[in-house]
């Protein structure tokens, strides 16, 4: 999976898990929305946010190089999100996040 996503899409738990391919761009009029129980593996590429991205009660595999960038005028939303890492988040100026649970890393489960 890569490319642009140039229309509001939704990853499902019936194409979970996902991987990317590529990097991924989310046009200003496009939103990304990962639904609960989806599985993310951005595999070395990047998601570039110009529009809007929706993550809710997801765990995404982070690998080096890899990272979700939010460009200026980009918002994203992250729920109860699951990442392997958590400087992962890179917010350009003028770029909006909101984080309304605590990302938790992959070192943080239970022993």
């Known amino acids: 999976m890569s490319g ?8 499902s738990c019936s194409g ?7 990097d991924i761009t989310i046009a200003a009029s496009a939103t990304l929305a990962i ?3 989806v599985t993310v593996n951005l ?3 990047a998601i570039h946010v110009e529009g809007q991205f929706n993550a ?5 595999f982070v690998p ?4 979700i960038k939010i460009k200026k005028g980009g918002s994203a939303n992250f729920t ?10 890179i917010v350009e100026a003028g770029g909006k996040v909101s984080i309304s649970a ?7 489960k239970p022993k």
């Open 4 to 11: 642009p996503i140039d229309t509001d899409t939704t990853w």
């Open 16 to 22: 979970s898990p996902y991987r990317l391919t590529g």
């Open 35 to 37: 639904m609960p129980g």
């Open 43 to 45: 595999n070395g590429y």
């Open 56 to 60: 809710a009660e997801t765990e995404i």
């Open 64 to 67: 080096d190089r890899s990272a």
């Open 80 to 89: 109860r999100v699951k990442a392997a890492i958590k400087d992962a988040i």
């Open 102 to 108: 605590p990302l938790k890393e992959e070192k943080d």
